[in-house]
């Protein structure tokens, strides 16, 4: 079946830490998306890519980065910089306007 | 710039009521589309229903509605029959039309359902 998978479930990261969320779609989408999530904030957008070797910085990209080296894959980096990073991730893939998102099954992230 | 607001935090409705979920928008784009999506307690989003700007008619997609006034800028959902498994988190979302597909999302309400 067709969808989207992120990897892993839970995450956590110690003060100073890199690390990557992996998240990676089977649905031939083009455009493909990641949103932090907080407790009463509901969905930020972090960075978005509409094809492959380009993305864009979304409302809070600070502190993050990514990269689309494949139509199937767009990773997200929770760099040592981003001051608050625990929080609940989400990525999203879609074909084209008016169709909305398919979502993956999020990453926990903690710092501990 | 868009703006979603969902005033209801939380909502608790009697199993096999009809509900209905606030949402108003807004935006200087001519052409949108608007959405709704369940996350129950494990997290993943969920699509509900869409409806573009220019449809004519309300979208519905079986238990779920989406009262679409325009001149309001409204978008309410609401869910006819309500069953305990809607009780869950839904956020209203909105999109343009012009240059990409990005979604904007409001603050969300949680739905309880009480049997």
């Known amino acids: 079946d067709g969808g989207i998978t992120q990897s892993p479930k839970y995450l956590f990261r110690k003060e100073g830490q890199n690390v990557t969320l992996s998240c990676e779609q089977n649905?031939?989408?083009?455009?493909m998306y990641w949103y932090r999530q907080d407790p009463g904030q509901g969905l930020r957008l972090i960075y978005y890519s509409q094809i492959v070797n380009d993305f864009q910085k979304g409302d809070i990209a600070e502190g993050y980065s990514v990269s689309r080296e494949k139509k199937e894959s767009f990773p997200l980096t929770v760099t040592s910089a981003q001051k608050n990073p625990t929080a609940f991730y989400l990525c999203?893939?879609?074909?084209?306007?008016?169709?909305?998102?398919?979502f993956g099954s999020g990453t926990r992230l903690t710092v501990v | 710039a868009q703006k979603i607001t969902q005033t209801q935090p939380g909502m608790f409705v009697q199993e096999k009521e009809a509900v209905t979920l606030d949402c108003t928008y807004d935006?200087?784009?001519?052409?949108?589309?608007l959405f709704w999506y369940k996350q129950p307690s494990s997290g993943e989003m969920i699509f509900l229903i869409y409806?573009?700007?220019?449809?004519?008619q309300n979208a519905t997609e079986g238990r779920y509605s989406l009262n679409f006034q325009k001149a309001r800028k409204s978008a309410n959902l609401v869910i006819s029959a309500s069953q305990l498994g809607d009780s869950a988190m839904y956020f209203c979302a909105m999109s343009s039309n012009f240059g990409n597909e990005k979604l904007t999302f409001g603050t969300g309400t949680r739905l309880t359902i009480i049997p």
């Open positions: 999203a893939s879609s074909p084209g306007p008016h169709y909305g998102y398919t």
């Open positions: 409806q573009g700007s220019y449809d004519q």
């Open positions: 935006t200087s784009d001519p052409s949108y589309g």
């Open positions: 649905l031939n989408h083009d455009a």
